[in-house]
Nanobody, 124 residues
């Protein structure tokens, strides 16, 4: 059982930056592909970014490409999401997820473990 704990959310203004972190309890963290998702009120949870086990491959939603960067530190069992040039439409609760897989493009429903989420609010 992998426990994931997100942190780093907050209230910022449009154009600001935030870095989210997701700490995993699992010592075999490097065996897991990791993803970030977000869910706004009244909307479905949507893909934001994902990263392969080694960190060599990444994938992004079109809406965040060029503004967000996903990275990981396997020595610290942590995955990050650097969010720059934030927009009001980025307002959502952000979740990290894990799946033991060599892939990087993994459907949302295939992730095995989820964190509780961290709220990001961007005011315009």
């Amino acid at each position: 059982q992998v426990q994931l704990v997100e942190s780093g959310g907050g209230v910022v203004q449009a154009g600001d930056s935030l870095r989210l972190s997701c700490a995993a309890s699992e010592s075999t963290f490097s065996m897991y592909a990791m993803g970030w998702f977000r869910q706004a009120p009244g909307k479905e949870r949507e893909f934001v970014a994902s990263i392969s086990r080694s960190g060599s491959r990444t994938s992004y939603a079109d809406s965040v490409q060029g503004r967000f960067t996903i990275s990981r530190d396997n020595a610290k069992n942590t995955v990050y999401l650097q969010m720059n040039s934030l927009k009001s439409e980025d307002t959502a609760k952000y979740y990290c997820a894990a799946r033991s897989s060599s892939l990087v493009d993994i459907p949302r429903t295939k992730y095995d473990y989820w964190g509780q989420g961290t709220q990001v609010t961007v005011s315009s």
